[in-house]
């Protein structure tokens, strides 16, 4: 691997850790930039998830130190995703998810929709809808293996439910997401080791940068709060929407790939 190869992976890991850090979505630079490396679809959805992990570990310790994560509020949820994420990675090497592919685009844009045309959404925190376990059973079930077996918008999906359903600040929503996102990346990824799907060299060069990515956008997350969150998240899930329309009505060179 030249030296060039890995600067830009390098670049990749970093600028995917630090949306990933903010708002979610850093697949959409990191996919891309595995596959441009060289690998395999599904090689380079088991190195995503190598590299995604460490950058998404660094964010939780930066907000957990910050005070942003309550450890009793999500250890149940953290348990039920782990097990549904093994289940959809499991399940995404024996089902087609075509019909996902068609679906999650219009999903997210309502979700963009529904954020810009509700400016107070996540600014203070409000009562809760559902009870936590109610929550943990539903998202986690839900998210999880969706995570696995998909995955594209996952961290949004998952931050609008800490706020519609928990009444969750958008700032400690964001640090909920990061932790079942951590949760997520890590089942799939053991399964993916399992299966022999990871790359560790290219991975190797993407975590170099993801640390640091997922260090700053965490950082710049808690010092600005909720207005800069919410405006990473909103450019984030149109840029999303614009990729998963792309590729789907077929005006991409490329597939999109099976998840991120």
Not at 19 to 25: N, P, S
Not at 87 to 107: A, D, R
Not at 179 to 186: E, G, K, R
Not at 194 to 223: C, D, K, P, T, W
Request: glycine share 12%; hydrophobic share 55%; with cysteine.
């Amino acid at each position: 691997m030249s030296w060039e190869t890995i600067t830009l992976l390098f670049l990749a890991g970093l600028s995917a850790g630090f949306i990933d850090a903010v708002a979610g979505g850093g697949g959409l630079i990191s996919v891309p930039a595995l596959l441009w490396a060289g690998l395999l679809p599904q090689m380079a959805l088991g190195t995503n998830k190598m590299q995604a992990v460490w950058g998404t570990l660094m964010a939780v310790r930066k907000y957990a130190k910050a005070g942003y994560v309550s450890w009793p509020q999500v250890k149940l949820t953290v348990l039920i995703t782990f097990v549904f994420a093994c289940l959809g990675t499991w399940t995404v090497t024996h089902v087609s998810n075509e019909v996902l592919k068609k679906i999650v685009p219009w999903m997210l844009l309502g979700i963009a929709v529904y954020v810009l045309l509700s400016p107070g959404l996540g600014k203070t925190a409000a009562k809760a809808r559902i009870r936590l376990g109610a929550f943990a059973c539903l998202a986690g079930s839900v998210l999880g293996f969706y995570d696995g077996f998909f995955g594209p918008g996952t961290g949004t999906f998952w931050t609008l439910a800490c706020i519609s359903l928990l009444g969750l600040e958008l700032t400690r929503a964001t640090a909920f997401t990061k932790v079942v996102n951590l949760t997520s990346n890590a089942a799939s990824l053991i399964v993916f080791v399992l299966s022999a799907r990871v790359n560790y060299e290219i991975a190797a060069a993407m975590i170099a940068g993801q640390l640091i990515g997922g260090r700053l956008g965490a950082g710049m997350a808690i010092r600005h709060g909720a207005p800069f969150i919410r405006v990473i998240f909103i450019t984030v899930v149109l840029a999303m929407v614009a990729k998963l329309l792309w590729d789907q009505f077929g005006w991409g060179i490329n597939k999109f790939p099976e998840s991120i």
